[in-house]
């Protein structure tokens, strides 16, 4: 699923009030969407403005180097999305004070990843990631459950320094961040616990048509 907003189209234009924030109807479609795709185990690609002055600064060589340090693991558990989502987002809702602090908390964990990529501080970012699973695990009663967390940790104790499980939480799959060193020994404790590696890359191309099957 891909939200394609962009331009004053969707967001209120400098001379506006509300600069620089969606309009109604496009923050409506962008908030269903996400969850729409979240709640179905897929990714919502949405197009994002970043103020940054040194876009360079993300060299090859660490994204390179940030790739191979990490695994993407399927739990085993597949899980309603939207039930974890729901109640977080309630929650948020109720503005209770412990949700509303960890969400500041994980928002400061993402300017702090880009300040240690731009820097190359490679290993930082796992710490980073176990940072943010602490923040992330608290924000609904199923974020994640007993076994999730022997995973974890049994990847922990194998050589992973931080990782989290990807999208809404409850089950998918878990990001690891992991020392090459440590990779094969974190595997192995993966397979043995039944859970299965998935390949990945980079793709900095983003969202592209790769086939047209429509006939006139």
Known sequence: LVAGLGGSSSRFSPDEPRAGTYRDLPRYVRAAVRLAAAANDRFAVDAVHLDIDDVEGLRDEVLDELETNLLIVWSG?????????????QRIHDLEPAVIERMHAIKEIGREVYRLLVDGDIDRYGELLHHHWTQKRKLASKMTDALLDEHYEAARAAGAIGGKLMGAGGGGFFML??????????IEAMSARGLRVQRFRFDMDGARIVANLHRS
């Not at 999305?81 to 109640?87: D, G, Q």
């Not at 961040?177 to 974190?186: E, G, N």
């Open 77 to 89: 558990v597949e899980r309603p999305a939207r039930v974890v989502l729901a109640e977080q987002g």
């Open 177 to 186: 961040y992991v020392r090459p060193a440590d990779k094969r020994r974190v």
